[in-house]
């Protein structure tokens, strides 16, 4: 099957521009997240939605970070305007459930540079 | 709050020797241990994960982990090392008492496997 989707693969953008990730999750698959990997450190969550209601947002940005998952399947996540702190490898990850055991499967992330 | 800890930044090991990845974690409830590999410019690549039952988990690739809970402790192992197995190891923990789905990850640790 195929897997987690994410586009553009790279993105250079100077400070105070917007930027949109999107991500196309594994068919089925209801719970989808959006994590923030700094280099050098793990991921850590921004936003997670089961179908297209926000279940976890506490840890995102709400003054420049945004996102929508308006049909339960594909997600966009926006930033505006950027920082030079925003720079790191955006993931989405996907899930069929909210199940405790279930695995999430992930894209293969989002680069984005401010300058 | 549930954390992880990957004490080691790098692990180097001779192509054929064994090899352990070190991961501890602090939960207020039962775990729920994950081990994803990451290679360059990839997305995280799910190896294996403990829900309950058997301490010692197989995953893809030949790798294991085994879980200890009076130690804390879920490292992943191999009894042989191949050169294709050098990348990055992110440990992750989900503690069921939080509510969060969400996975909480180590900062990762680097395997080199030298021929």
């Known amino acids: 099957e195929a897997g987690v989707a994410q586009s553009p693969r790279y993105k250079i953008i100077e400070k105070r521009q917007s930027v949109a990730f999107w991500c196309n999750p594994i068919?089925?698959?209801?719970?989808l997240y959006w994590y923030q990997q700094i280099l050098g450190q793990g991921p850590k969550l921004l936003i997670q939605?089961?179908?297209?209601?926000?279940?976890?947002d506490s840890q995102l940005p709400k003054d420049r970070f945004s996102a929508e998952r308006l049909k339960g399947v594909d997600s966009t996540l926006k930033i505006q305007p950027a920082k030079l702190e925003d720079s790191a490898v955006y993931l989405c990850?996907?899930?069929?459930?909210?199940?405790?055991?279930?695995?999430?499967?992930f894209g293969p992330g989002t680069r984005l540079l401010v300058l | 709050a549930q954390s992880v800890a990957q004490p080691e930044d790098q692990v180097n090991v001779a192509e054929g020797n064994p090899l352990t990845v070190k991961c501890t974690y602090s939960v207020s409830g039962n775990p729920y241990l994950f081990w994803y590999v990451q290679y360059p410019n990839r997305g995280l690549q799910f190896l294996l994960k403990?829900?309950?039952?058997?301490?010692l988990v197989k995953g893809s690739y030949g790798f294991e982990a085994e879980f200890n809970k009076s130690q804390t402790s879920f490292h992943l192992k191999k009894p042989s090392a191949l050169v294709s197995d050098s990348a990055l190891y992110f440990c992750a923990v989900r503690d069921k008492d939080t509510g969060r789905r969400a996975l909480t990850f180590g900062s990762g640790t680097r395997l080199q496997v030298q021929p």
């Open positions: 990850a996907s899930s069929w459930g909210q199940s405790y055991q279930e695995t999430q499967y």
């Open positions: 068919s089925g698959h209801a719970t």
């Open positions: 939605f089961q179908n297209n209601g926000v279940v976890d």
């Open positions: 403990y829900i309950t039952g058997d301490n």
